[in-house]
């Protein structure tokens, strides 16, 4: 069973900086893509940063560009999201995901290909204050 638990989340002033952790356990973690979306109230879930299975090959929203950087640690199972110059519209709810399947799937075209990312994390709140 695949479980994926984030932490990190909190309040934090607009230009401040956090980190999200997510755990990950129940699947090969090193031979999967994994991602972090993220949903604001009344807003669709979007596409934050996908980092492939070995580290080497990242991607990003245009609206992150620059600020936020994903990386994993394969040996422990862990995916990051460092997050700098935060701004109000960063204000989200935000989650792990991990490549495959599942009955809730978002795609990522990184333009070279698709990734379909079907299992998540319940999320955490990250809330950015003026």
């Known amino acids: 069973q695949v479980t994926l638990v984030e932490s990190g989340g909190g309040t934090v002033q607009a230009g401040g900086s956090l980190r999200l952790s997510c755990a990950a356990s129940?699947?090969?973690?090193?031979?999967?893509?994994m991602g972090w979306f993220r949903q604001a109230p009344g807003e669709e879930r979007e596409f934050v940063a996908h980092?492939?299975?070995?580290?080497?090959?990242?991607y990003y929203a245009d609206s992150v560009k620059g600020r936020f950087t994903i990386s994993r640690d394969n040996a422990e199972n862990t995916v990051y999201l460092q997050m700098n110059s935060l701004k109000p519209e960063d204000t989200a709810v935000y989650y792990c995901?991990?490549?495959?399947?599942?009955?809730?799937?978002?795609?990522?075209?990184?333009?070279?290909?698709?990734?379909?990312?079907?299992?998540w994390g319940r999320g955490t709140q990250i809330t950015v204050s003026s």
């Open positions: 995901a991990a490549e495959g399947g599942g009955r809730d799937v978002m795609r990522h075209d990184s333009g070279s290909y698709y990734t379909d990312f079907g299992s």
């Open positions: 980092i492939n299975w070995s580290g080497r090959t990242t």
């Open positions: 129940g699947f090969t973690f090193s031979s999967h893509a």
